[in-house]
């Protein structure tokens, strides 16, 4: 027997209380350049060495010392003879990149110099280091480039590429254990019509491939019927992940026991919240493992996993919070919701009106693949008025 | 020789004279729906069957004939004996999912009912279908579900597999090769420090990274040196690729081969754009393979990387335009730009106050690192002032 959702606990609140909870995963891997994009770095990384290593040009052109080009213009060029060291009075034909050599402290644009003969004619005055990249200028040997917590891009890559860096050190990712539950839910090996009653599972696969999306490693458990003790084990064998996202099971009916499990292995923080679809949303760790219960109705599910799952992986995972892609739209017709209860509205976006998806309820899976946004609609607020100018979160 | 850059082209009119040169790629794969996420539909995906394929109970409780509950009320309930069939005057116990028995047409709440003895209190009159989900009502036998073109996401995994599909057919992904050139460049491999003048490969590293991140799939190749005929040599060699993007040697100088070698091989499209940094970005075609020409510089090719290889790998690629992630905000600090140029200025977001980044220069790497942000510049305005408000485009 289930147990009772006796209030109501507020979206904001329930996510701190389950976050508070949550210790960050301090454990590394190191991984090739290759590898690690999105990654976290978990232990700063300084620079190796000086970039550029050498004084380099910063153009193609000649390089000169520069006390041999005072005066030089135009209409009044000084005449370099060409050498291999850039002694007093000669110049050595550089590109971009190339080693300045020692006794020259100034490049010559190509563009303001001509041949002539054995001697190049150089039309402008130069002042030390122009055109010429100091050793260090990008990067100084020491100096920090990039602090633990940081999101590794592919332009970051080639920075710690270029000082000879191969591999970082970055956080592992939470593995986080997947366990779909109820007596109907069959799997989707069988490629027949499911028995009337059964349905193919299909929230294990979603939340799994969200957890990966999110930085998190899925780890897909098999299907669980609604018995205690076998919801008990399912838990227990997984007990070494790092997360566990139980599907199905969290409202109060007979069959609904996770809830129950979880609080009799460790402790239910919260169940129920103020959430729609989501109400029968619980969360609770067990020693050190949160655990996240969303509903089995797959919308509700979706719900609860954008709105607890995400950012408890993303504490766990030491993973910066990443600003979500909002689109300004006007709806096209009225949107009600419940006070009290923070809904996420489906929207269909086209250009910049949204078509709220008109639905029978949470249970209705393709309401989500026809929508591409997510209208939410405060607490405090009782829908939204036709035309009113809204904010839509992108479903990605 | 290099060519010579006659006149600038214009960042718009580049990039549509080069995606004008561009075919979506029409071949496709079959992957399995763990495989799937941002892959792009390739032939429409329709209901195979109906969801659900049974009249299901949306609520626990018990499914009973709506005309038993005529004016069945809390003060005045009807009472019905318990069945398996849901004959007339009697009602079956159901679950959430549960297979509703012909002869019943609603479900009423177990809220909303008592078991006294053999029998049951009903306190609430149902209309037909009450609570009950009817066959198809999430998907119909034959609907379209996705479009051609649809991005996959892992909540749209779910819908396809609850058809009992396992597999979708998506566009298979560009493959790029990419061409890291110049004299002055050597592997990655060595861990010692290169001579003067030298320096590590890591523009094919970023490159090839971003390639992935956007959709396509990287080969890299090995550095060329600047010699034309070794320049050709590798791009024949890579002519089997559906994109090329050649890094380095795009300039004016006596090294700068790129844009010549590809012109003799197909055709240079624009060669030098409005673009600061980024200004020696080449752009071509070769059969029907187009070439993206970077300059070496790392900041000019990222820049150059991002407004034409971008567009072009999701035009080949079929991807469908993501909004990029804007920022609101308030620059510290002027922000000088050149007018007549697409100014890629780099800053670092604390907040809502964007930080323009100091640097000498597009070959300062670390100006990227320590970036997160964008601002763009246009064209025909020279520069922001302390103070103004702009948005930052986030850099990923």
């Given amino acids: 027997m289930g147990t009772i959702i006796k209030e109501l606990t507020k979206v904001e609140d ?11 995963l301090s454990a590394t891997e190191h991984l090739l350049l290759l590898d690690c994009i999105n990654r976290i770095v978990a232990s700063s990384i300084k620079a190796t060495r000086n970039v550029p290593h050498y004084r380099r040009a910063a153009m193609d052109g000649y390089a000169v010392q520069s006390s041999d080009t005072i005066g030089a213009s135009v209409i009044n060029p000084v005449m370099l003879g060409v050498s291999d060291d850039a002694g007093q009075g000669t110049c050595v034909r550089v590109h971009t990149g190339s080693n300045i050599p020692d006794n020259a402290d100034a490049v010559v644009m190509i563009e303001d110099t001509t041949p002539i003969g054995e001697m190049v004619e150089i039309r402008t005055q130069l002042h030390p280091n122009k055109h010429i990249g100091c050793i260090g200028e990008d990067m100084q040997a020491g100096e920090l480039i990039f602090k633990a917590g940081h999101l590794l891009r592919p332009c970051d890559t080639s920075v710690i590429a270029s000082l000879g860096i191969a591999e970082v050190e970055v956080y592992r990712k939470p593995v986080v254990a997947v366990i779909p539950t109820g007596d109907e839910v069959v799997p989707r090996t069988t490629s027949e019509i499911p028995l009337p009653g059964k349905v193919l599972e299909t929230n ?41 996202i139980l599907c199905g099971g969290t409202s109060v009916g007979e069959r609904d026991h996770v809830p129950a499990v979880v609080d009799s292995l460790g402790k239910i923080l919260v169940h129920g919240v103020g959430l729609n679809p989501g109400k029968p949303t619980a969360l609770g760790i067990i020693g050190n493992v949160p655990v996240v219960c969303i509903p089995g109705y797959p919308v509700a599910g979706l719900v609860g996993l954008f709105e607890f799952a995400r950012p408890a992986l993303r504490k766990m995972g030491n993973i910066p919070d990443i600003p979500e892609t909002i689109i300004k739209a006007r ?24 078509h709220p998806v008109m639905t029978s309820g949470s249970g209705v899976l393709s309401s989500v693949a026809r929508a591409n946004g997510f209208v939410l609609i405060p607490e405090n607020v009782e829908g939204y008025e036709e035309g009113q100018d809204v904010d839509v979160v992108l479903i990605d």
Same sequence: chains 1, 2.
């Fill in 204 to 244: 294990g696969l979603m939340v799994g491939l969200y957890v990966d999306k999110w930085g998190g490693k899925a780890r897909y458990c098999d299907i669980v019927p609604d018995s205690p003790e076998l919801i008990e084990t399912a838990i227990r064998s997984n007990l070494d992940a790092d997360m566990i």
């Fill in 14 to 24: 329930a996510r701190k209380i389950f976050l508070n909870a949550i210790d960050p």
């Fill in 331 to 354: 709806i096209s017709s009225k949107i009600n919701s419940k006070e009290g209860y923070l809904t996420y509205a489906r929207v269909i976006l086209d250009g910049n009106i949204a």
